[in-house]
């Protein structure tokens, strides 16, 4: 395995595996960030990004020190849904290590307690980060001086996009209520969870059969992560135990964005039992936002959707999702020092 990131999901610690990044043993250990929460999803336009910046508003505006990051490294606008013109200081200038810290890329929003690293625009090329830049960004991302680090994901499963996720106490996942948006949820999920175990150090025996997963024409015909608990299972009895741990941690959260109907609504349900029957992957359905069109008129006045309409319905569902997750997941906080 070649990446330099060992990645802890749902209340596990983040480490970093420093013998392949040696300067970073010498960093001090972040002490504010409690949590990092994502956004993702797979499919471009469900929401991501007016979740991930309405989350941000709602934990700043709960008394904590946010930072939202674009890391849609390819498109990034997580800016204009938090109503901030494009900045000139962006995730590219520590990328490109014009600047030495991530810090000096945090720009203020008009929401107090709310900074944003905005999405690098100009950088051709970056979309693919190599692991030690991965690895790199990860630990100045834990070492903010915030409470909270939102990342606002890209679409795809591109490995950076999927390695921001799993590098997250808190991974959402967005979905609309369209085929198109679940195939791709579910194809997300999967080659989250996938990744998620070929990252996990102590799974390296069974390399040869997670990456045999990854692929969708394997030859082993491995096609969900049940079927490669079961192959385990008859070909490495030992591991399988160590396996089926790691199952049990990965715990993706969904919200159902653009509701209209109660079918919509448990479209969410019916994911969340889908995943655990066929995948074995126990999902948090967090809950659904609807659709209301103060989305696009708040986008097009280039306002946050939370400031522009505080009494709408959409704003108290993201503000009770906000305080659910805070009450069951917020205070696990990544315990571990980096390494
Ligand atoms: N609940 C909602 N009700 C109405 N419209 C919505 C809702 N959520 C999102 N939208 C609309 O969907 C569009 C896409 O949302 P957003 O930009 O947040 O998606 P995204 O997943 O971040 O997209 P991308 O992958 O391109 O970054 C927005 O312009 C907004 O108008
Ligand atoms: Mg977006």
């Known amino acids: 395995m070649d ?46 990004s007016l979740i991930a910046s309405s989350l941000a508003i709602a934990l700043a505006r709960m008394g904590n020190r946010v930072i939202a990051i674009d890391m849609d490294l390819g498109g990034a606008n997580l800016h204009t849904t938090l109503g901030v013109d494009l900045p000139r200081q962006t995730l590219n200038d520590f990328l490109k290590k014009r600047v030495s810290s991530l810090d000096s890329c945090v720009i203020e929003t008009s929401v107090p307690r709310l900074g944003l690293i905005s999405g690098a625009q100009d950088a051709v090329g970056i979309a693919n980060l190599p692991p030690h830049q991965m690895t790199d960004l990860l630990t100045h991302a834990r070492m903010l001086d915030a409470d909270y680090v939102i990342f606002d994901l890209g679409a795809g499963t591109s490995f950076n996009t999927l390695d921001f996720f799993l590098a997250s106490e808190i991974g959402l996942v967005a979905l609309l209520p369209e085929p198109t948006s679940i195939e791709n949820g579910y194809r997300f999920i999967k080659s989250a969870y996938f990744r998620y175990l070929y990252n996990c150090p102590h799974l390296a025996d069974i390399h040869p059969l997670i990456e045999a997963a ?30 089926k741990k790691e199952i049990e941690t990965f715990q993706p959260k969904l919200i159902m964005n653009q509701a209209r109907t109660q079918t ?72 571990a020092p980096l390494r």
């Open 3 to 48: 990446g330099t990131v060992k990645y802890m999901f749902d209340a596990k610690p983040l480490a970093v595996e420093a013998h392949l990044d040696p300067h970073l043993s010498a960093r001090p250990e972040p002490t504010r960030v409690k949590q990092v929460w994502s956004v993702g999803g797979g499919k471009g336009g469900i929401g991501k």
């Open 214 to 243: 990854m692929d969708p024409k394997n030859e082993l015909n491995i096609k969900s992560p049940s079927e490669l608990f079961r192959e385990v299972s008859q070909s490495y009895p030992d591991m399988a135990i160590r396996l």
């Open 264 to 335: 919509d609504i448990d479209i969410g349900s019916s994911v969340k039992t889908v995943s655990k029957k066929y995948f074995g992957i126990e999902m948090d359905y967090l809950g659904f936002l609807e659709y209301d069109s103060c989305v696009w008129q708040a986008v097009r006045r280039k306002k946050p959707l939370m400031l522009e309409f505080p009494n709408s319905k959409l704003v108290s569902a993201i503000e009770k999702i906000t305080e659910n997750l805070i009450t069951r997941y917020g205070e696990k906080r990544s315990g």
